[in-house]
């Protein structure tokens, strides 16, 4: 049976203090696990869309732990392979107070992991392959493409495994520290194969130097949709064609920002594999990102049902205007309507 959309990266464990303290301060630890692609995979498949998701993890408890989480979202996992030598990534996330709000730092222990010796014989693997020839979707990230010299290869050589129809999204996941005394030439490289391309407007400046799609589409001839994250602003759509859409954000009271990137493809991309059009996508992949980040972790504790998903798409333009997220209250499950949006009725 193969997946609709497919992911290519490392999952890590996150560790995070029991409290908000210091890591010097801290005594005891909470776990979960992350990594972009394992959120993007596992969060598709939460939502009703069949996904894979293709890495290699050490054969240790944490690689385990992954695993288990994997399945428990529904993702399929024929594709991670076990490494007895090397060790399943982990991150620490130290959340502190930080004046009127909380400041997130993240600190990763992933060289040498068992992800990073990620290769191009793994991506031609005869269950990986069956995979990636017949996803609609294949997606990953910049973040893949730094992992390791072996990982930056692998990724450069997808078209020639991926299914002539299958859509490849990158998500620029521009990560500067990762590139570190390196040539990013993997990540232009990566990004040249793409059909799909995530950007945040300001790691796209800082990466491209512009954020003009005219541009942008003709340095890249194969790209045919550009979906640009402007932080709290809008979500937006061009296309090849010269087709513009934009979504405004909701209003959302943000626990912690770390991982809307992540839920955002993610609902894009589950939208887009039932067929739905640009604002729907938009505006599912906001809704996932704003359960998000009205929580701690880096993947949401509830996803829309499919009927909720019906009505993120079908609301009017003054009714998601009005939407506000917070923990524990969403507006899509029974909004309250508005008398400027029934129509006008006489006297008979």
Same mark, same amino acid.
């Given at each position: 049976?193969?997946?609709?959309?497919?992911?290519?990266?490392?999952?890590?464990?996150?560790?995070?203090?029991?409290?908000?303290?210091?890591?010097?301060?801290?005594?005891?630890?909470?776990?979960?696990? &992350?990594?972009?692609?394992?959120?993007?995979?596992?969060?598709?498949?939460?939502?009703?869309?069949?996904?894979?998701?293709?890495?290699?993890?050490?054969?240790? &408890?944490?690689? #385990?732990? !992954?695993?288990? $989480?994997?399945?428990?979202?529904?993702?399929? =996992?024929?594709?991670? *392979?076990? #490494?007895?030598?090397?060790? =399943?990534?982990?991150?620490?996330?130290?959340?502190?107070?930080? &004046?009127?709000?909380?400041?997130?730092?993240?600190?990763?222990?992933?060289?040498?992991?068992?992800?990073? /010796?990620?290769?191009?014989?793994?991506?031609?693997?005869?269950?990986?392959?069956?995979?990636?020839?017949?996803a609609a979707f294949v997606h990953t990230s910049g973040i893949t493409a730094a992992l390791s010299a072996t990982s930056a290869v692998a990724v450069a050589g997808l078209r %020639?495994? !991926?299914?002539?129809?299958? $859509?490849?999204?990158?998500?620029?996941?521009?990560?500067?520290?990762?590139?570190?005394?390196? #040539?990013?030439?993997?990540?232009?490289?990566?990004?040249?194969?793409?059909?799909?391309?995530?950007?945040?407007?300001?790691? /796209?400046? *800082?990466?491209?130097?512009?954020?003009?799609?005219?541009?942008?589409?003709?340095?890249?001839?194969?790209?045919? $949709?550009?979906?640009?994250?402007?932080?709290?602003?809008?979500?937006?759509?061009?296309?090849?064609?010269?087709?513009e859409t934009h979504v405004p954000c909701l209003t959302v009271d943000v626990v912690e920002p770390v991982g809307a990137g992540d839920a955002f493809a993610a609902g894009f991309?589950?939208?887009?594999?039932?067929? /739905?059009? +640009?604002?729907? /996508?938009?505006?599912?992949?906001?809704?996932?990102?704003?359960? =998000?980040?009205?929580?701690?972790?880096?993947?949401?504790?509830?996803? @829309?049902?499919?009927?909720?998903?019906?009505?993120?798409?079908? +609301?009017?333009?003054? %009714?998601?205007?009005?939407?506000?997220?917070?923990?524990?209250?969403? @507006?899509?499950?029974?909004?309250?309507?508005?008398?400027?949006?029934? @129509?006008?009725?006489?006297?008979?």
């Open positions: 049976m193969s997946a609709e959309v497919v992911t290519i990266g490392e999952a890590m464990v996150v560790l995070f203090p029991g409290r908000h303290v210091p890591l010097a301060e801290a005594e005891t630890f909470g776990s979960d696990v &992350g990594g972009a692609e394992f959120n993007v995979a596992s969060t598709v498949a939460r939502l009703g869309v069949s996904a894979g998701w293709l890495s290699r993890l050490g054969t240790d &408890g944490f690689g #385990d732990r !992954i695993l288990a $989480t994997a399945a428990a979202a529904g993702v399929d =996992t024929r594709a991670v *392979e076990r #490494d007895p030598a090397r060790p =399943t990534g982990l991150y620490v996330k130290e959340t502190t107070p930080d &004046g009127d709000g909380m400041r997130t730092r993240m600190h990763y222990y992933r060289a040498g992991s068992a992800a990073s /010796a990620l290769a191009p014989e793994h991506l031609r693997s005869p269950t990986a392959a069956a995979l990636l020839h017949d %020639e495994v !991926i299914g002539p129809r299958t $859509t490849l999204s990158v998500d620029l996941n521009h990560r500067p520290q990762l590139w570190r005394g390196r #040539d990013p030439e993997a990540l232009r490289t990566l990004i040249a194969q793409a059909d799909l391309l995530f950007a945040g407007r300001d790691e /796209a400046e *800082e990466f491209f130097g512009h954020v003009d799609p005219a541009r942008l589409f003709a340095d890249h001839p194969r790209l045919r $949709t550009l979906v640009v994250k402007d932080d709290a602003v809008r979500a937006s759509a061009y296309q090849r064609s010269g087709d991309l589950a939208a887009s594999a039932r067929g /739905a059009e +640009a604002t729907a /996508a938009l505006r599912l992949g906001h809704a996932v990102a704003a359960l =998000t980040i009205t929580g701690r972790g880096d993947r949401p504790s509830t996803v @829309p049902t499919p009927d909720e998903c019906a009505a993120i798409a079908s +609301a009017s333009e003054a %009714e998601w205007a009005r939407w506000t997220v917070a923990r524990g209250a969403v @507006p899509w499950t029974s909004p309250e309507p508005d008398p400027a949006d029934a @129509p006008a009725t006489g006297d008979r």
